[in-house]
């Protein structure tokens, strides 16, 4: 999901209080909230040495303790919280992510967005990592894990390359 459709989403349903579904099924506490609102620029080299750039907006949730149960977020909230990261968050397609401490910090991409009985559901996904230069790395295509990721997206050169991909290959990273 990108930036613009996220907001769309929080404006049509300020009222609903927030949840996010991860991808093994279990869910982000119920009491989280948005400590962070970050713009990430990622630069970097393939291992074929196309040079290669990627940009994300990032939402860091934090849970507190157990029995902060009346903290609940809205779309409302979360829409004034992007408004006031509007200085950091450049215009554009920007494909956003949850980042949420499940073990271990973990970036999900929001795969989609369901409003139900007066919450909206954030669907997350799992990122993957992939060979984005088998034919100039000498990586095997085959021995690659089929993980359902596009191969369609391109640098910012607008070179075509494979890539890593969000949300079951429906958004590329690399793009």
């Known amino acids: 999901m990108h930036l613009h459709e996220l907001k769309s989403i929080l404006l049509a349903h300020p009222g609903h209080t927030l949840a996010c579904t991860l991808p093994g099924g279990g869910r982000v506490p119920r009491h989280f909230h948005v400590t962070e609102v970050g713009h990430v620029a990622k ?8 040079v290669r750039a990627s940009d994300t907006c990032v939402l860091q949730v934090w849970t507190g303790r157990a029995d902060d149960d009346g903290h609940r977020l809205t779309g409302a909230k979360l829409g004034r919280i992007l408004d ?92």
């Open 43 to 50: 630069k970097f080299v393939d291992c074929g040495g196309t």
């Open 84 to 175: 006031l990261a509007r200085p950091v968050l450049p215009d554009g397609p920007l494909p956003v992510e949850i980042e949420h401490d499940e073990g271990g910090v973990s970036q999900f991409p929001i795969e989609s967005a369901t409003a139900a009985d007066g919450e909206l559901v954030f669907r997350l996904a799992t990122k993957h990592a992939a060979c984005l230069a088998p034919e100039k790395c000498g990586a095997n295509a085959s021995d690659a894990v089929d993980n359902g990721c596009s191969t369609d997206a391109t640098t910012t050169a607008g070179a075509p390359a494979g890539t890593a991909c969000c949300g079951g290959g429906k958004t590329a990273c690399c793009g």
